[in-house]
DNA sequence: GGAAATGTTAACTG
DNA sequence: GCAGTTAACATTTC
């Protein structure tokens, strides 16, 4: 499920947590979570795909991998493959399926927080600035870097370099400067839809060329293809995006 | 039932 | 030691 604007939909999910005191902690996460009982959750903070649960002594981050799960209050009984459970006096929280690990607080304060696609502190200019660095660099890698672009998955991956016609192998070095601008622009554009559309459960329905055969634009058929260095699929029209 | 997939990291290789 | 490649992880969908 998790794709940047996932994780802001669980981060909505989890805001009536904050304030609250932690009475319970378990589940199979290697690390220590006895001293998490008693301290209370001051903050959600989101970076890319990643979600830091902010407590007293120290934060959680999560990340959910390609399958991880969460869920609220729930009413079935966890089974054993429930990674962190955190018990409140008022609901409950349980996570599946992903990678858990205990951080320092001074750890967040490390992090590049205007690399983050969906956050408020997003800088474009930063991100053209660490893109031109690296000329050599396919976009399709480029969109995918979490250091540039944190919280782009392969989805959103291709749907921006179809809505602004460019091919996934092209390389950043070569994008006209209007272009490399639009790039940076439809990255955090795009998210926002995929937000929208997400929270509505109507993604799949506007999808325009992941996962489908056919151009919306002109009918041909569509590539499909493993790209870049990190070899994920890319799906995209060779009459319709071009090579640079 | 098998293969592939919205992702990252550890463990290899040369 | 390094850069680059591969395996591992684990679940759902087609």
Same mark, same amino acid.
């Given at each position: 499920?998790?794709?940047?604007?996932?994780?802001? /939909? =669980?981060? @909505?999910?989890?805001?009536?947590?904050?304030?609250?005191?932690?009475?319970?902690?378990?589940?199979?996460?290697?690390?220590?979570?006895?001293? /998490?009982?008693?301290?209370?959750?001051? @903050?959600? *903070?989101?970076?890319?795909?990643?979600?830091?649960?902010?407590?007293?002594?120290?934060? &959680?981050?999560?990340?959910?991998? =390609?399958?991880? !799960? #969460?869920? +609220?209050?729930?009413?079935?009984?966890?089974?054993?493959?429930?990674?962190?459970?955190?018990?409140?006096?008022?609901?409950? /929280? #349980?996570?599946?399926?992903?990678?858990?690990?205990?951080?320092?607080? @001074?750890?967040?304060? !490390?992090?590049?927080?205007?690399?983050? &696609?969906?956050?408020?502190?997003?800088?474009?200019?930063?991100? @053209?600035?660490?893109?031109?660095?690296?000329?050599?660099? =396919? +976009?399709?890698?480029?969109?995918?870097?979490?250091? &540039?672009? !944190?919280?782009?998955?392969?989805?959103?991956?291709?749907?921006?370099?179809?809505?602004?016609?460019?091919?996934?192998? !092209?390389?950043?070095?070569?994008?006209?400067?209007?272009?490399?601008?639009? /790039?940076?622009?439809?990255? *955090?554009?795009?998210?926002?839809?995929?937000?929208?559309?997400?929270?509505?459960?109507?993604? %799949? %329905?506007?999808?325009?060329?992941?996962? %489908?055969?056919?151009?919306?634009?002109?009918?041909?058929?569509?590539?499909?293809?493993?790209?870049?260095?990190?070899?994920?699929?890319?799906?995209?029209?060779?009459?319709?995006?071009?090579?640079?």
């Amino acid at each position: 499920m998790p794709e940047g604007p996932s994780i802001i /939909l =669980m981060k @909505e999910s989890l805001q009536p947590f904050v304030g609250k005191q932690v009475t319970e902690a378990s589940g199979n996460a290697k690390f220590d979570k006895d001293p /998490l009982t008693g301290q209370t959750l001051h @903050e959600i *903070r989101t970076f890319g795909k990643q979600t830091y649960l902010v407590l007293d002594q120290q934060a &959680i981050r999560i990340h959910l991998l =390609m399958f991880g !799960s #969460y869920s +609220v209050d729930e009413q079935t009984k966890p089974d054993k493959s429930l990674r962190l459970s955190l018990i409140f006096k008022t609901g409950s /929280l #349980y996570f599946y399926t992903c990678s858990v690990k205990s951080v320092d607080l @001074e750890f967040l304060s !490390s992090i590049d927080w205007e690399a983050d &696609i969906m956050s408020d502190a997003w800088n474009p200019q930063k991100a @053209e600035k660490k893109l031109k660095s690296k000329p050599q660099m =396919m +976009v399709c890698d480029a969109l995918m870097d979490q250091d &540039i672009f !944190s919280g782009v998955g392969n989805i959103i991956k291709n749907e921006v370099l179809f809505r602004i016609g460019v091919q996934p192998e !092209s390389l950043i070095g070569n994008l006209p400067p209007k272009k490399l601008k639009e /790039l940076i622009a439809e990255a *955090r554009n795009y998210s926002f839809d995929f937000l929208e559309w997400k929270r509505e459960f109507v993604l %799949k %329905k506007h999808w325009l060329v992941h996962t %489908k055969t056919t151009c919306p634009k002109c009918g041909q058929k569509l590539v499909k293809k493993q790209t870049g260095l990190g070899k994920r699929r890319s799906f995209y029209c060779e009459k319709d995006q071009k090579l640079y």
